[in-house]
């Protein structure tokens, strides 16, 4: 099946433009297991149902990625975050000070989680993308898997054109709202105990980080 693209370039875009019909065909595609290419503020995410162990295996096949190397969730609010993880006081403040944004927490799962997403850890990576588009789609839809749409070890994709010469027809759906704002993955922290792990260094410092779980 070819990629279908949905062009959806506005400039500015505080809020999504994007038509009720073309939201819906995301959404629909989602709950049948289809993967759909989204933007966000950090690189084009390859998005997926969570819940959805077969689409979450394709996940990995189109992106050849090992099945070792556990994938993140975006979320819309808290509350769909505490839905499906366990947040330490010190990742709520994280998550009250720099979400929506590019950081993504690692924190407990709920068993909900399907252990596939994880490759068997009791822990997930979870962060709420600060784009309109991204937001809407999840507040229709649900969580939805969070991974670079892009083959493993490619460069990130921070534009749609990228995203479709690597994924091709691995992916269903591509929605193209031109370049993304940061153009640089977030970063990503480990937190357990009372203490945090900077994963991947990205947007936000290990120095922002430090300074606002010592506020």
Partial sequence: MTMEIIDCK????AD??????DIKKAVNGLKDGKLVVYPTETVYGLGANPFDEAAVKRVFMAKNRPFDMPLSIAVA?????????????DARKLVRKFLPGPLTLIV?????????VT???QNVGIRIPD???ALRLIREFGPIIATSANLHSHPDAVEAD??????????????????????????????AN???ELIRAGAITREEIEAALNE
């Fill in 16 to 21: 999504c433009g994007l038509h009720e019909s």
């Fill in 77 to 89: 609010d808290i509350e769909m975050m505490e839905d499906i993880t366990v947040l330490s006081d």
């Fill in 162 to 191: 990228t995203a479709k010469a690597d994924l091709g027809d691995n992916a269903d759906m591509l929605i193209d709202c031109g370049p993304c704002r940061l153009g640089k993955p977030s970063t990503i922290i480990y937190m």
């Fill in 10 to 13: 506005k400039d500015p875009c």
């Fill in 131 to 133: 784009h309109p588009l």
């Fill in 108 to 116: 407990k799962k709920k068993p909900r989680v399907p252990d596939i």
């Fill in 194 to 196: 009372g203490q945090f």
């Fill in 119 to 121: 490759y068997s850890s």
